[in-house]
């Protein structure tokens, strides 16, 4: 039997996206510098995945590393009086009683939290020099290249206003690549539909996508955030702009409101849209640090 606890790290970790979205800032917009890569330990040199790649992102930092305080200390640097951190979340996993019928230990998975400080905050630590990614092509050849090598991709279908994802048939229905702006915007959009897609039944099986979820009902909600999360990842990957989130006043109060009823949401979206992510690269999700 799995028991997941719910306790003080979903609030933490929403109170500051809270507070990110007060000052205008949308955090999954754009979730890395795609030349230095996804933010990683300095220590492991693990990346970070889930929430914790949209937390660390959000801070701007000029260095992809971040280490915690007593890893700074054991590796004999510091870190400078006055520097705040940022909490990132892990599941910690405990054996719980044995079940009499099945000799089963229960898990419990519990959501903890803890604080990191980036590179850049640190005195006495050696930082390993950034390796800028060199690209094998122009980032609208990646693009299409990362949408030729989906597995199991659906069909996609061009004539049709607006873009959307239908579950039922498995196809993806675009508008001609001509009626957008730009070449970025036709893919950030259709990044953002085969998001959408890797929940059909076939993949990855996403109860937000596959239940009925009435338009602007939680699970709604939760299925567009995992999408415009996902999209903005992979725009990551390619290395082009997310033209599709909108900063206006009012996204970001309708985003505050949903998140306010559901302090979980943020954290179990991340986490679905990274295994969205994941999928479409054709990528084994990566064990966080």
Request: net charge negative; charged share 15%; hydrophobic share 40%.
């Given at each position: ?97 044995e079940d009499p019928d099945t ?64 579950p039922a048939a498995d196809t ?118």
């Open positions: 039997m799995i028991i997941a606890q719910i306790d003080k790290p979903y609030q933490v970790i929403t109170d500051r996206i809270l507070a990110l979205l007060e000052q205008g800032t949308v955090p999954w917009q754009q979730p890395w510098d795609s030349t230095t890569g996804v933010p990683r330990n300095l220590f492991s040199q693990r990346p970070y995945n889930g929430i914790n790649v949209w937390m660390l992102t959000s801070m701007r930092s000029p260095s992809p590393f971040w280490a915690t305080f007593n890893q700074v200390n054991t590796a004999g640097g510091n870190v400078r009086e006055g520097e705040r951190g940022v909490p990132v979340v892990f599941w910690k996993v405990y054996d719980g009683k000799g089963e230990h229960e898990k419990r998975f519990v959501l903890r939290y803890y604080t990191v400080f980036n590179a850049t905050q640190l005195d006495g630590i050696a930082v390993p020099t950034i390796e800028v990614n060199e690209r094998a092509f122009t980032p609208l050849e990646v693009c299409e290249k990362l949408v030729g090598t989906m597995p199991q991709r659906p069909a996609i279908v061009h004539g049709h206003q607006p873009a959307f994802y239908r993806l229905h675009m508008p001609v690549p001509s009626c957008f702006q730009s070449p970025e915007a036709y893919y950030a959009t259709l990044l953002h539909e085969l998001t959408h897609a890797t929940g059909h039944t076939s993949r990855l099986n996403r109860t937000t996508l596959t239940d009925l979820c009435l338009f602007g009902s939680p699970e709604y909600s939760k299925e567009e955030l995992v999408a415009e999360m996902g999209a903005a990842y992979l725009c990551g990957v390619c290395g082009i702009e997310n033209v599709t989130i909108d900063n206006s006043a009012a996204y970001i109060q309708s985003w505050m409101q949903v998140l306010r009823n559901d302090p979980q949401m943020r954290v179990h979206a991340a986490a679905q849209a990274q295994k969205a992510a994941d999928y479409i690269q054709n990528l084994q999700p990566e064990v966080g640090a």
